[in-house]
């Protein structure tokens, strides 16, 4: 029997482009069975899911990778179908689980924005430096600007903002003052 694949971020998107690899279908079962464990899936669909995995893990067991394929393909498609997912749109690292809210294809929830994440640890960092002792209220108005530019859908000058904070709150540690004003 073939080793399987234990990916620490399993996949449940089927394998794309070139030709299809053993190890690559043990990924996507993987995923596929990560999400069927995930709970809140009925159960006439969760049986049918189930079956559908031991098809594929039988197929792959023989060797029959395009029945594998197909059975995997089924089985994502009908939890596809129950749409309660939204769609992670950077993978960070060390990414172990993730458990998704709102409808499939809609746009993140502010605190999985990526550019919002980032102001928010940019801030976190701010008080930080404070509690440590370093004059950072000079810091404070770009950090209210970088807030109005993002809820004025501002997102360019929002990120410039915030990485010019970013960076004069990383260089207090080294020189014990902002290189400059921001």
Same mark, same amino acid.
């Given at each position: ?15 794309? /482009? *070139? ?19 995930? /709970? *809140? &899936?009925?159960e006439p669909i969760r049986a049918s899911v189930a079956e559908r995995l031991a098809t ?6 023989? *060797? ?16 596809d179908r129950l749409g309660e997912e939204t769609e992670l749109t950077e993978f960070p690292?060390?990414?172990? *689980? ?22 928010? &640890? ?13 004059? %950072? ?24 903002? %915030? ?20």
């Amino acid at each position: 029997m073939p080793t399987r694949r234990n990916p620490s971020a399993p996949s449940d998107e089927p394998p794309s /482009g *070139g030709p299809l690899t053993e190890d690559a279908l043990h990924g996507y079962l993987s995923g596929v069975r990560h999400r069927l464990a995930a /709970g *809140g &899936i009925p159960e006439p669909i969760r049986a049918s899911v189930a079956e559908r995995l031991a098809t594929a893990e039988k197929a792959l067991e023989r *060797g029959a990778l395009p029945d594998a394929e197909r059975a995997l393909l089924d089985a994502d498609a009908q939890l596809d179908r129950l749409g309660e997912e939204t769609e992670l749109t950077e993978f960070p690292r060390g990414l172990v *689980g993730y458990v998704p809210r709102g409808a499939r294809g809609s746009p993140p929830p502010r605190e999985e924005e990526p550019l919002a994440n980032r102001m928010l &640890i940019v801030e976190r960092l701010w008080e930080v430096r404070r509690s440590d002792g370093y004059d %950072v209220q000079p810091l404070l108005p770009a950090l209210h600007e970088a807030e109005a530019a993002y809820r004025a859908g501002d997102r360019g000058r929002a990120r410039r903002l %915030v990485d010019q904070v970013h960076t004069a709150l990383e260089a207090l540690e080294q020189t014990g003052s902002p290189p400059r004003e921001v």
